[in-house]
């Protein structure tokens, strides 16, 4: 294709180095759509005649037909996607082929079959988390009024409820669309026509071409549009976000699934066996999603250091940009799959989280507001004396509940018989009506609000 001013062929190691088509065959659906937008372009301006246009149209078609049916011929030496399409073009019709070309480089091809595919992907990952939202719902309306220990430093901190915790990452995963609407948005202008890097003498209709592959306007600026790579970047930094808050999920399963917390059962469907020991049932799953992270945080820095210091425009460092961005979405897309599967399926052990909410001293807070409230006790002398309540309460392996009344008012003779109704793990979760707060109440409230917000979307 660009064989005139060379006297001899590549090493073999060159085409080796050179070609991208083992991976960026992935991108022939977006090429033949770039393609055929130009090409209907360069008609419509006159640029190739009307019949060229429709002939080389016709040629796409067939080569992308080809393509659905045995896949990309992988021939390193027509190095990427856009040669082998054109070369298999130029097979199929004949010279009319070499005027696609025309007022086009694969410099702007590349970046508009790429922001092509990454806002397939975007979408792609939309409708996942969309599905891993609506399980994360489904399954907090069931457990509104479960309660379970709330850590904080992995130590029982205060009573919440399993509902409440799930709404916490239906939260985070709707942080996480909203980052990948932005990318998107924000991609969608249309680097097709930038050509090599300054523009073209041709007649071309920029405005055209991106209508027709649905950008919302070209790019302003030719330098720009085929050395930015912002796109891909966004993608990784919304994929690593995404995948940082399915792994810290996927760590709260492993956790809970081990056999001293024994708060869910995860489903055989996502559980191995061991080979050795009978009466293992290993969240891989969940692992995987939580070490598939590390990956796809990975993919963003290969990224980001390839495209540290590039000089404008085009570098061929460039070509290294899609690796990391496929390998990234394809980790993604299985973790929030899986993901979605476990949170439909965990059998959670609500008796258990239960029992362990009562067991530790979880209600010590609701003994030192009480005090506050109901004795006019500032809260770090409430505090001090909860401590103490606390402490003797341990030291005879009682919750504090069951202490008589008689040893409390020992430590504290403003203390009542009232106090016992606030020192149940369900009075507790009750009392916290705060907006966004553990109270039953409160979410069934955002769980209403998170259907309406999905209807309205
Ligand atoms: N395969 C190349 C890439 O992915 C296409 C652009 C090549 N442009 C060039 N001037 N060599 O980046």
Known sequence: MWGGRFAAGPASVMREINASIPFDKRLWKQDIAGSKAHVAMLGAQGIVSAQDAATIAAGLDQVAAEYENEGVPVNLDLEDIHMVTESRLAELIGPVAGRLHTA????????????????????????????????????????????????????????????????????????????????????????????????????????????????????????????????????????????????????????????????????????????????????????????????????????????????????????????????????????????????????????????LAESGYATATDLADWLVREADVPFREAHHITGRAVKLAEDRGVSLAALPLGDLQAIDARITDSVHAVLTVDASVASRRSYGGTAPDQIRARIADARAQEQGA
């Open 104 to 355: 086009r480089s694969r410099n702007d091809q590349v970046a508009t079959d790429f922001r092509l595919w990454v806002r397939d992907a975007i979408d792609d990952v939309a409708a996942g988390l969309v599905a891993l939202q609506s399980a994360l719902l489904t399954r907090a309306e069931q457990h509104v009024t479960d309660v379970m220990p709330g850590f904080t430093h992995l130590q029982s901190a205060q009573p919440v409820t399993l509902g409440h915790h799930l709404m916490a990452y239906h939260a985070m995963i709707g942080r996480d669309r909203s980052r990948f609407a932005d990318a998107r948005a924000r991609m969608n202008e249309c680097p097709l026509g930038a050509a090599a890097l300054a523009g073209t003498g041709f007649p071309i209709d920029r405005q055209m071409t991106a209508a027709a592959l649905g950008f919302d306007r070209p790019t302003a600026n030719s330098l720009d549009s085929v050395s930015d790579r912002d796109f891909a970047l966004d993608y990784l930094m919304a994929a690593t976000q995404c995948s940082l808050h399915l792994s810290r999920l996927a760590e709260e399963f492993v956790i809970w699934a081990s056999q001293p917390f024994a708060f869910v059962t995860l489903p055989d469907a996502y559980s191995t066996g061991s080979s050795i020991m009978p009466q293992k049932r290993n969240p891989d799953a969940a692992e995987l999603v939580r070490g598939h992270a590390g990956r796809i945080a990975g993919c963003m820095t290969a990224l980001v250091v390839t495209m540290k210091g590039l000089p404008l425009a085009y570098s061929k460092d460039m070509q290294d940009d899609k690796p990391p961005v496929f390998e990234a979405h394809d980790l993604l897309a299985l973790s929030i799959a899986a993901m979605t599967g476990m949170i439909e399926t965990v059998t959670f052990r609500t008796d258990r989280m239960r029992a």
